[in-house]
Nanobody, 123 residues
Framework: QVQLVESGGGLVQAGGSLRLSCTTS????????MGWFRQAPGKEREFVAA????????NYAESVRGRFTIFRDNAKNTVDLQMNSLKLEDTAVYYC????????????????WGQGTQVTVSS
């Protein structure tokens, strides 16, 4: 069993930055691939970024590539999402998720989810 708790959301102006953090508890964090997803009002949940349990392997949605960076710290059991150059369309609830073993942009591959953290980008 893995528990996930997101933090770091908030209100930011367009062009600004935020760093989301996902703290996990449970066993074998280092064997899980981790993902960030988001869901805007009236829209389906969409993939944002993922990081494999294999060091150095990451994947990003085209809409955030070059602006967002995903990190993990296996010693602290955390996975962070650094978000730069934020746009109005980045406004959503952001969710952290865990899957094993291979990371995926498909939310159905993920077994564990956090409760989400709101990110609001204003003009």
């Amino acid at each position: 069993q893995v528990q996930l708790v997101e933090s770091g959301g908030g209100l930011v102006q367009a062009g600004g930055s935020l760093r989301l953090s996902c703290t996990t508890s449970g066993r074998s964090f280092s064997s899980y691939s981790m993902g960030w997803f988001r869901q805007a009002p009236g829209k389906e949940r969409e993939f944002v970024a993922a990081i494999s349990w294999i060091p150095g392997r990451t994947n990003y949605a085209e809409s955030v590539r070059g602006r967002f960076t995903i990190f993990r710290d296996n010693a602290k059991n955390t996975v962070d999402l650094q978000m730069n150059s934020l746009k109005l369309e980045d406004t959503a609830v952001y969710y952290c998720a865990a899957c094993r073993p291979i990371y995926s942009p498909d939310s159905r591959s993920y077994d564990y989810w956090g409760q989400g953290t709101q990110v609001t980008v204003s003009s």
